[in-house]
């Protein structure tokens, strides 16, 4: 990449100081956090919608990506990188951000928490996590239980 602009050298593009590339933001990756760098998902619009803290007003109607970067605090960004939230506006904490946490709900919907999961038998366990994937498919829950599950997944796991 040169410094030069996009006109001809007759026409002295070496001196010009327009930079080359009209400006244009450096191409970004797809699905990548812009705060930590690490790939993100995709989630529904409605799970951003039903989570955050913040006025519904600003959340668009584009597709935002979740990052689970623990370390990171960016939960929700959008697909170009120029609006991020963070754990500060979403009204849960989030699994993925604080592992540790036992009173961290798993699942926003019926409010397992990962310590319920953790203590749980095993047979609990299983029941909690049905629990969940009952919500997906006929409960009033459809809308974020993908998020749940995926959380009571890794919860049972750690556990
Ligand atoms: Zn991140």
Redesign the pocket.
């Known amino acids: 990449m040169t410094d030069t602009c996009c006109c001809p050298p007759e026409a002295g593009n070496t001196v010009c100081e327009l930079p080359a590339q009209n400006f244009q933001r450096p191409p970004r990756v797809a699905n990548v ?1 812009p ?2 760098g ?1 790939t ?1 998902r995709p989630v529904q619009g409605q799970t951003v919608k039903a989570l955050l803290s913040v006025s519904l007003r600003e959340v668009r109607d584009v597709e935002y990506l979740f ?1 689970r ?1 623990q370390t ?1 605090p ?1 939960v929700y960004f959008s697909p170009d990188g120029e609006q991020t939230f963070t754990v500060e506006q979403v009204r849960e904490r989030v699994y993925q951000k604080a592992p540790d946490a036992e009173d961290v709900f798993a699942c926003y919907c019926f409010r397992h928490t990962v310590g319920d999961i953790r203590a749980a038998s095993s047979e609990s366990r299983m029941a909690i996590v049905d629990d969940i994937n009952t919500g997906i498919n006929v409960g009033p829950c459809a809308v974020i239980c993908e998020i749940c599950k995926v959380h009571a997944v890794w919860a049972t796991c750690a556990g």
Do not use: R
Request: hydrophobic fraction near 20%; charge should be neutral; charged fraction near 20%.
């Open positions: 956090c705060e930590c690490k993100a990052c970067t990171c960016v």
